[in-house]
């Protein structure tokens, strides 16, 4: 979780990819923020905030966090020149968002 917030307080750009038990997958790339509206589960959103982009809303209710980065990797391997690391948050229902932290 405190990576997430890291990622919401500097406005971190990701490319954020959710996929679902059925394997439809969404991508979207742009910052996080987290919306809690009537005190019901906060959630992920992701993408830009114009009302005209797409965006991705992740639930974050029963959900499992895990980290990776891309240290070890070489240039060949997916995302070792683009990407810093990655935080995949997998919820009860078998949906996953993985998000992408993006090198400036």
Request: glycine share 8%; charged share 25%.
């Amino acid at each position: 979780m405190s990576l997430l917030s890291k990622y919401v307080e500097e406005r971190t750009p990701v490319l954020a990819v959710f996929v679902t038990p059925s394997v439809s997958i969404a991508r979207v790339t742009g910052t996080i923020r987290i919306s809690v509206a009537d005190g019901v589960t906060p959630h992920l959103i992701v993408g830009k905030d114009d009302g005209a982009s797409d965006q991705i809303k992740f639930r974050l209710s029963d959900c499992e966090f895990a980290y990776g980065d891309f240290r070890d990797a070489t240039t060949e391997d997916f995302g070792a020149n683009k990407f810093e690391g990655f935080l995949v948050v997998a919820s009860s229902r078998g949906d996953t968002l993985s998000l992408f932290e993006m090198k400036t």
